[in-house]
């Protein structure tokens, strides 16, 4: 399948308490130089914390250098191979997981995008709460030893596999990605005063989705040059805000098919769609379903 119009990650905007992560796969585990394994796709997220050795990680079209102590987000859908960089070998601790329980496997080898039967509905999507950079925005970073103590009883709770180790692991696991976004406040300090402009854009958005939400109508609100608001906001949310504009919008949409019977001309209007086949274009490009397809299945249910 051809998946080279889809952008990953695709992102989900949430919040903390719908993050629900389920853990697929953690290991201790060591990547032998020369033995490292080739490009691959996967449908879930890998962390990826680096106890010894130093790497050189592709991800897409960067490349980044880590050495111990250092720490790999890897997103789902994103082509990445490693290479050792010194001495014959690296030893990780090594985590795959989804945000939102939402991908099951019955072998490891599940994880892994086969090219030819890829399935564009299985990668899973990533958190994007408000106020947080996304993890995929800088995947490197340098986790808390609490942080790397969680990772570690994850990873004796999956290999132990207990009765009930999936619920351990799911609560330890929500604990390392809260530790991680939290850790954005202590770690990037010049972020929090971009934020801190950004908020009445973002609160703004939040009320006044359904009108023209165009940069050049949101840079008013802070009196600065739309191409600079972009990119700013797009550094911090890890989006740009024309995408972030439609996951409010989608995020509404699927709200007011859920719980109205409001038709889905009238729904696309009062989201900010006036061109009801646009609208559903959109829907089915976030969802996967037509809005009708949609407004269908969730009543089935």
């Not at 879930?44 to 880590?66: K, M, N, Q, S």
């Not at 086969?114 to 994007?128: M, P, R, S």
């Not at 596999?161 to 609560?171: H, I, N, S, T």
């Amino acid at each position: 399948m051809d998946l080279s119009d889809i952008s990953f990650p695709v992102k989900q905007l949430t919040n903390f308490s719908a993050l629900s992560p389920s853990v697929h796969w953690a290991q201790l585990h060591q990547t032998i130089k020369n033995n490292e394994y080739p490009l691959r796709q996967i449908y879930d997220f890998e962390l990826l914390y680096v106890l010894d050795g130093r790497i050189t990680a592709h991800l897409g079209e960067c490349e980044y250098t880590l050495s111990t102590g250092e720490m790999l987000f890897i997103s789902a859908g994103v082509p990445h191979k490693l290479d050792i960089q010194s001495g014959q070998q690296a030893l990780f601790l090594g985590i795959h997981f989804d945000f939102f329980d939402e991908f099951n496997i019955v072998v490891d080898q599940d994880i892994i995008v086969k090219n030819e039967e890829a399935v564009a509905a299985d990668f899973c999507l990533e958190a994007v709460i408000p106020g947080y950079s996304p993890l995929s925005a800088n995947p490197v970073m340098i986790p808390s030893k609490e942080i790397v103590k969680e990772m570690e009883r994850i990873i004796a709770e999956f290999s132990e596999q207990q009765p009930g180790f999936e619920v351990v692991c799911k609560g330890l696991m929500l604990n390392v990605l809260i530790g991680l976004y939290r850790s954005q406040i202590t770690t990037v300090p010049h972020s929090s005063t971009t934020k801190e402009r950004l908020a009445p854009v973002v609160e703004w958005i939040e009320h006044h989705y359904a009108a023209d939400c165009s940069n050049q109508t949101l840079a008013k609100q802070l009196n600065i040059h739309e191409d600079y608001l972009g990119k700013q906001f797009k550094s911090v949310y890890g989006m740009t805000m024309n995408k972030y504009v439609q996951a409010i919008r989608h995020r509404e949409a699927k709200r007011l098919l859920r719980e109205s019977d409001h038709s889905i001309e009238q729904i696309g209007r009062e989201v900010g769609y006036e061109d009801m086949h646009y609208f559903s274009r959109i829907f089915s490009k976030w969802e996967g379903l037509s809005p009708r397809e949609y407004k269908k299945t969730v009543q089935f249910y």
